[in-house]
């Protein structure tokens, strides 16, 4: 098993406000990449939205394979955003990439 930190970009196609922000990083926060010693060095951010109204999700997933972690970080990432009030229309979600792989965990 190793531990990925996988990137998920999105896009908020309705309003974001400061509330629903918020939430939605608490719903993510267990899976914050600042408990690998790649999202400690490179200070990546759980979440970051963009003026656009992009996004990105960065989440650690440990996982027996790429495919096996790329697949539960989009399900937890989807998860999240459903439960903070997103529905598939309103956050559609990009395809995922590997960040970074930490098998010292």
Known sequence: MSTYVI???GTFLHGLDDDRRDDLARRLRPADPHHTSLGREE????LTVNDDKTFSIRLEVTAGDRRTAEREAKRTAASALREAGFGEGDAPLGPTSVTGIDNAS
């Not at 200070?43 to 759980?46: A, G, I």
């Open 7 to 9: 990137t998920i970009p």
């Open 43 to 46: 200070d990546l951010d759980l």
